[in-house]
């Protein structure tokens, strides 16, 4: 099936990608579809880019719907682990 | 005339003029020799131009056919990796669809300039180009449609869906070439249901058609690097792509 759902937003970070180069990431984008590499007939691919950069500046996840939620929970873990003003976010 | 080998073929990756007259990249392959034939324009599926998409040129190619494939990303992404301009496509919401129909009627033009060409062309796609396939059919002068299970042909689309896509039933009248449906029954997007009300809906306006339903079959059973890839039903496919191809752009 083509679900054609994307969810996008921006974020603040840095990805390495393409020749083992780091990049600032600025935009993600988040959809559940075909994968291009992975062996399942739908993942959840997580694109983490900067646009300005071009095409090439993307580094791509596709995961099983149940990794997926794995690693959902495991950042959320990490997350939960710190207190709010380590993330640098208002208590 | 000359009667080359079977399956004896050129392919290239070539530049034609697309919607609005921009230049856009596009991968073609010929059959040797001087018969006129006609030409198929292949339409790429979401994840993109890729290796898999210009096996299936080679293959119209070696059928007897000029096919061409026009890449609905070049202007997003030119002389990217496949992957990656199918993803930046994506988050610029996708191809709309005045642009793709513009592009289909440059690549079929380019056919029919071809000195082999009989005048007659068809389009196939695949996944969103099966959808695709029949949207140009609804807009442009072609000569036979195939549709590879395409999603929203018919059936209601999410309201909530951020790319530009829309169900094409309004266009529908429209579409009066030969259409061949190539669909999976165990298939969600689109759905046996779905599939049955295009099939009505082209009774209904008197468009010929034929459609088969692969039990067994799943999406995209024609992939051939994917695991939904299905060797019966992708072999009975082609058989009737050719002979419907065959039939429809002989002359």
Sequence with gaps: MCTYTTVKDTIDGSAKGPDSSWFRATDITVYFDHPFHAMAEHTLNIDVTDPAKGPSARVALELTAESARKLVAAIQTALDAVPAEIQGLTA | ?251
């Design chain 2, 1 to 251: 005339m000359s009667t080359p080998p079977l399956a004896d073929l050129t392919a290239t990756t070539l530049t034609i003029t697309g919607h609005n007259g921009d230049e856009i990249e596009a991968y073609s392959a010929r059959p040797h020799g001087d018969a006129r034939r006609g030409g198929v324009v292949v339409i790429h599926h979401m994840p993109g131009y890729d290796r898999e998409t210009k096996e299936i040129v080679r293959h119209f190619a070696e059928l007897g056919h000029d096919a061409i494939c026009p890449n609905l990303y070049s202007r997003e992404a030119p002389d990217s990796s496949p992957d990656d301009a199918a993803a930046v496509a994506r988050a610029q919401g996708g191809v709309p669809d005045d642009r793709f129909v513009g592009d289909v009627a440059g690549a079929a033009a380019w056919l029919r300039a071809l000195p082999t060409s009989n005048g007659k062309v068809g389009t196939i796609g695949y996944c969103s180009g099966g959808r695709q396939s029949v949207l140009a059919g609804c807009h442009l002068d072609v000569d036979a449609v195939v549709d590879c299970y395409g999603a929203f042909v018919t059936g209601t689309v999410p309201t909530d869906f951020p790319l530009k896509v829309t169900n094409l039933v309004d266009q529908l009248p429209g579409l009066t070439a030969p259409v061949l449906g190539l669909f999976g029954a165990q298939d969600k997007f689109p759905s046996p249901e779905q599939v049955e009300e295009l099939d009505a809906i082209l009774t209904k306006q008197g468009t010929p058609h034929e459609f088969h339903s692969y039990e067994g079959a799943g999406h995209a059973f024609f992939a051939v690097n994917r695991p939904s890839y299905n060797v019966a039903a992708a072999i009975d496919g082609w058989e009737r792509i050719a002979a419907f191809y065959g039939t429809h752009l002989a002359g």
